[in-house]
Nanobody, 123 residues
């Protein structure tokens, strides 16, 4: 019933751009804050970006700041992550997540998770 489905991942060269999308269903999307996280094998899940329920107050990790933009469209039940100036160290599986607890940066505070989409940045 509750679903978060990411799309838009793929292979890009260093300096390129990707826009990730996350389609939500089965819950009251407009009341949730949303986040993007990434993970590579052997490392813990890393916070990337988050946004408040109304889509007007984004927050970014230091690595994402200035390059990535999170946005939330409550009318379409969609959250996006625009990624520019990509680097090889951005390579990871990117997941979107939803929480009722306000803007959060810790994974355990999120109640719903998508399956993830692979982003690979080549040299």
């Amino acid at each position: 019933q509750v679903q978060l489905v990411e799309s838009g991942g793929g292979l890009v060269q260093t300096g390129g751009s990707l826009r990730l999308s996350c389609a939500a269903s089965g819950f009251t999307f407009s009341s949730y804050s949303m986040g993007w996280f990434r993970q590579v094998p052997g490392k813990e899940r890393e916070f990337v970006a988050a946004i408040t329920w109304n889509g007007v107050s984004p927050f970014y990790s230091d690595s994402a700041k200035g390059r990535f933009t999170i946005s939330k469209d409550n009318a379409k039940n969609m959250v996006y992550l625009q990624m520019n100036s990509l680097k090889p160290e951005d390579t990871a599986v990117y997941s979107c997540a939803a929480t009722t607890l306000g803007l959060q940066i810790e994974p355990f505070r999120y109640q719903h998770w998508g399956q993830g989409t692979q982003v690979t940045v080549s040299l």
